[in-house]
């Protein structure tokens, strides 16, 4: 299993242009969030997902999310703007009994927008 | 609210020296805490949750509930537990609110 997998690791990328951060894992796991990690704040929660075909926002604007299917939650950022600047993290977890409470992570992806 | 305050975002020990990580939460209900660590290079993962009451790596942590805290300790330090360390506590089915991290360094 490789697990959660982010992609792009890196990017840089212009205000006002739009970027799309990919998540999948191989778990089947119904759970799927996304968290921006900053130095100082820790990790805030973005979106979420308890399973395909649902989603909740934590953050009012500036990021969109699609669960289509139980294996993938990209996150979307519609108009980047600077303060987006950040480490997104994705994780995800099982449902049901399986549910431990452990979040399982992905490595990140490092996003800066000029 | 729901809040977890991790107070040092350094703490900096000596090999050998005992080492407490400080986390203390808000939260109405039953609160389920964790600690999360993340290793140079490596990803975010999970250290132990309280439910569990055991001890990974050499680190414990207990939840005080009266003094609502759940701090991480372990009695002599390591260089390879050099790393970023997150309290977390579970809201809701799904959600969880990080605190905002400890750096710790061990100094051979």
């Known amino acids: 299993n490789a697990g959660v997998t982010q992609t792009p690791k890196f990017h840089i990328l212009k205000t006002g242009q739009s970027m799309t951060l990919q998540c999948a894992q191989d778990?089947?796991?119904?759970?799927m969030s996304w968290y921006r990690q900053d130095p100082g704040m820790g990790l805030r929660l973005i979106y979420y997902?308890?399973?395909?075909?649902?989603t909740d926002k934590e953050v009012p604007n500036g990021y969109n999310v699609s669960r289509l299917n139980t294996e993938d939650f990209p996150l979307r950022l519609v108009s980047a703007a600077p303060s987006q600047t950040s480490v997104y993290l994705c994780?995800?977890?099982?449902?049901?009994?399986?549910?431990?409470?452990?979040?399982?992570f992905g490595e990140g992806s490092r996003l800066t927008v000029l | 609210a729901q809040r977890v305050t991790q107070p040092e975002k350094l703490l900096s020990v000596f090999k050998g020296a005992p080492v407490e990580l400080k986390c203390n939460y808000s939260y109405s209900g039953s609160p389920e805490l964790f600690w999360y660590v993340q290793y140079s290079r490596q990803r975010l993962q999970l250290l132990l949750r309280?439910?569990s009451r055991e001890s990974i790596k050499g680190f414990t942590a207990d939840l005080n509930k009266g003094e609502t805290s759940f701090h991480l300790k372990k009695p002599f330090a390591q260089e390879e537990d050099s790393a970023m360390y997150y309290c977390a506590i579970r809201s809701g089915t799904y959600k969880y609110i990080f605190g905002t991290g400890t750096r710790l360094k061990v100094l051979a």
């Open positions: 309280h439910i």
């Open positions: 994780a995800s977890s099982p449902r049901g009994p399986a549910n431990t409470g452990e979040l399982f």
């Open positions: 778990m089947n796991h119904g759970y």
């Open positions: 997902s308890a399973a395909a075909g649902t």
